[in-house]
């Protein structure tokens, strides 16, 4: 049993899993994540495996001190990965980044892939089909535009997000949620129209916090899943252990 860790820059997302089978997941702060993994061991003591990509702070515990019976990897630029990096800067490149490109890889294999991470950062990650990574893209998410909004002016309040279906705002806080909403939304369906320019059949992978929402709302195709980080960290770790 494995329980793989994706360690974000708002939260810590967790699942277990036996081998391809999905067992329980769960969604932490950073706050009380040591009492969290604790009760995650004693709920699942087959757990021997700890995968964890992490692109937030280090975590205040060592992960180490919660189980001797539990070996754990800690995903990194050294380890080997089922895609070519065409990165101009691979040592700077998310290691979530290189998680959702793996799963890409390893789930759709052999065709034109974007995957779109949308969390604290929307990230666009393009493989194409011979397994070549090559970017993509980081823009703010929902809170990040909302809370700059309000923290680099002097008169805009601090709006949460809200599933606006408001195309133009008559009010502050309209015209905010219309900018804010309308603005990822145009910006995805657009960065998915110019690829869909250049090539003719990929997939697209849509997935982070706010999955659901974007996948009712965006004009394109994609397929969602909220889990394909996740997921993908599952995969990961088996094409590790095969090809170790
Ligand atoms: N309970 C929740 N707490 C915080 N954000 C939530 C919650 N439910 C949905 N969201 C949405 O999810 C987004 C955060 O996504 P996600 O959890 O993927 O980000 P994250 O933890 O920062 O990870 P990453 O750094 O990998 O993006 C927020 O923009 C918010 O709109
Ligand atoms: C963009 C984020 C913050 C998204 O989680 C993360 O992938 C990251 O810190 N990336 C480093 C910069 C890069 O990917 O080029
Ligand atoms: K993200």
């Known amino acids: 049993m494995v329980l793989v860790v994706d ?4 939260r810590i997302k967790c699942a277990v899993y036996e ?30 495996d700890l995968v964890v990509s992490s692109v937030g702070k280090e975590l205040d515990f060592d992960l180490k001190s919660l189980s ?9 630029h050294l380890d080997s990965f089922p895609f070519q990096n065409k990165y101009a800067t691979p040592k700077t490149l998310g290691i979530d980044r ?8 390893l ?23 011979n397994d070549h990574y090559w ?4 823009s703010p998410g929902f809170r990040l535009r909302y809370e700059s909004l309000h923290q680099f002016t002097a008169k805009l309040p601090l709006l949460t997000f809200e599933e606006s279906e408001i195309f133009f705002g008559n009010s502050t806080n309209e015209s905010i949620h219309a900018g804010v909403v309308n603005g990822l939304l145009y910006e995805i369906d657009g960065f998915i129209d110019g690829f869909k320019k250049q090539y003719e059949n990929f997939t697209i992978i849509l997935t982070g916090g706010d999955t659901v929402f974007l996948a009712k709302r965006l004009k ?21 252990i095969k090809n170790d």
Do not use: W
């Not at 001797?68 to 990194?76: A, D, G, P």
């Not at 290189?98 to 890889?105: V, Y």
């Not at 394109?220 to 590790?240: C, G, R």
């Open 220 to 240: 394109n195709t994609i397929f969602a899943n909220s889990n394909f980080l996740l997921e993908s960290l599952n995969q990961y770790f088996q094409y590790k």
């Open 68 to 76: 001797k019976s539990i070996t754990i990897h800690v995903v990194s």
């Open 19 to 48: 081998v391809n089978t999905y067992i329980d997941s769960f969604v932490f702060e950073d706050s009380n994540a040591q009492n969290k993994f604790k009760n995650i061991f004693t709920t699942y003591p087959k757990i021997k």
């Open 135 to 138: 970017g993509g893209a980081i």
């Open 98 to 105: 290189m998680i959702l490109a793996s799963g890409a890889t």
């Open 7 to 10: 360690i974000g820059n708002t």
């Open 107 to 129: 789930l759709y294999p052999k065709q034109n892939r974007l995957v779109i991470d949308a969390g604290t950062c929307i990230t666009y990650d393009f493989i194409d089909e």
